[in-house]
């Protein structure tokens, strides 16, 4: 009967638009939450003898239905605190709760557009709600392993621990010296010069490489340099034999074009051999241990050794590696990179934090402290190196502030209050229409 039908659709009037309702209060609600995708509620009508034209007309009335826009992002804000994270673009942090940080599995995945990491007691990141970072460890040299990227094998929690502390061995050394032309006229006048340059070892310790340089006492323009390591001598005279790392026999071009510059570098022995395409000197110091790589400077380069007037001077001596520091901070970079800073300077890579993605964003299942995991609608999930793929990148210092619009929201509110108000009328009617139905009868 269309009375009746009337009541049934006012009823479901009223259902659909209280469900809208309980979003429109969540969305307010969380306002303020940052990583909070908004829910939308969608009407769709339900028809009930569905023929034209027919003499009678059944109410099927309206259903809801809701949805969590997960893929749409809000705009990123800054904070004060490295390690706020949040995603610039399609992806997520990978995130576990704290229970699961000793057994992770597949299932124990959680995703979060955001989060505000702090160290706990253990040097794990985490946040207040208890969400665990997840990233691939570095290993000691600063470079991520080949990892699986259809499981979270191999994601492990971040820990950060604060009283650690690193040293940075030395790896190359550029070597720019200028030597006195006056000295190597090939008469055996001249004086030998030296140097000493220090280098930092595997364990942290400061060693010095010790360098002579003697000029030929018969041939001009020539030099014999000598380098030593302290790290292997002693105070014995077989010892300081044992220190030398190599021998060469430097001439120098004292042509217009070129003068000045190396003309050739000749090994001596069984010293390592002068790489002309580099002009670098592969040294292995402190006992084999290490090797240090030694730029001297090409043939014809003004860069490296030169022999020019009067004076001996280091012109430009670098080198990488740093004594032992102590951590001072830690950042993440665009690519999900977490770089550890020293007191010394040294920057070494940690971790690498990947971003998770899923097919059909929309589809996976939230759950609380804004976080999601992945359902049989949302599609398997993948780990993506932040900023490859369809991915975007991590921003440290920033936050992903909601997605709700509050005077959106506002207007929706009106709208389904005044709804609401109408399907209650609807009922209020169709009520005094069976009451006059009944009054018929007396």
């Known amino acids: 009967m269309s009375i ?56 099927g009335g309206v259903t809801a239905s809701t949805t969590r826009l997960i893929g749409e992002n809000g705009s990123i804000v800054s904070t004060s605190n490295s390690m706020d994270l949040a995603v610039s673009g399609r992806g997520f942090l990978p995130v576990a709760e704290t229970v699961d940080m000793n057994n992770l599995t597949n299932d124990s995945l959680r995703m979060t557009s955001t989060g505000a990491f702090y160290t706990d007691a253990d040097g794990a990141l985490r946040t207040e709600s208890g969400l665990v970072l997840l990233g691939w460890p570095a290993n000691a040299d600063g470079t991520i392993s080949t990892q699986a990227r259809d499981t979270i094998t191999g994601l492990e929690p971040v820990v950060i621990n604060a009283n650690q502390t690193a040293g940075d061995p030395t790896t190359t050394m550029n070597l720019g010296v200028n030597l006195p032309a006056t ?36 041939a001009p323009n020539t030099w014999t340099m000598v380098i030593r390591d302290s790290a292997t001598a002693d105070n014995t005279a077989t010892a300081a034999d044992e220190s030398i790392l190599g021998e060469y026999t430097l001439v120098f071009d004292n042509t217009t074009q070129n003068g000045g510059t190396l003309a050739s570098v000749t090994a001596l022995g069984s010293s390592p051999a002068y790489d002309a395409s580099t002009g ?38 670098t080198k990488d590696g740093s004594p032992v520091g102590n951590l001072a901070s830690i950042e993440i970079d665009e690519n999900g990179f977490i770089k550890a800073t020293y007191d010394t300077g040294f920057i070494r890579t940690v971790y690498q934090v990947p971003l998770v993605d899923v097919s059909n964003q929309n589809g996976l299942i939230s759950l609380d402290s804004q976080t999601f995991k992945v359902s049989s609608t949302s599609g398997s999930f993948y780990l993506w190196d932040a900023g490859d793929g369809p991915t975007g990148t991590v921003a440290g210092y920033s936050r992903e502030s909601s997605t709700v619009d509050v005077a959106e929201e506002l207007t929706n509110l009106i709208q389904t209050q005044r709804a609401y108000s109408s399907n209650a009328k609807v009922i209020q009617t169709v009520d005094q229409m069976y009451e006059e139905t009944t009054n018929i009868k007396r």
């Open 280 to 317: 670098a000197l592969s040294l292995d110091v402190a006992e084999g241990l290490q090797t240090i790589s030694m730029t001297i400077g090409k043939i014809g380069d003004t860069n490296g050794l030169t022999q020019l007037s009067d004076s001996f001077s280091p012109t430009s001596i």
């Open 183 to 218: 000295s190597a006229d090939g008469t055996g006048n001249g004086d030998a010069e030296a140097l000493s340059v220090e280098y930092f070892g595997n364990l942290g310790t400061s060693e010095t490489l010790d360098i002579s340089f003697t000029p030929s006492p018969t």
């Open 4 to 59: 009746s039908s009337s009541l049934n659709a006012g009823v479901s009037g009223l259902s659909a638009n209280s469900t809208r309702l309980a979003t429109i209060a969540d969305n307010i609600a969380n306002s303020g939450t940052y990583g909070y995708k908004r829910m939308t509620t969608e009407f769709d009508s339900l028809v009930v003898g569905a023929s034209n034209k027919a003499g009678t007309y059944s109410a």
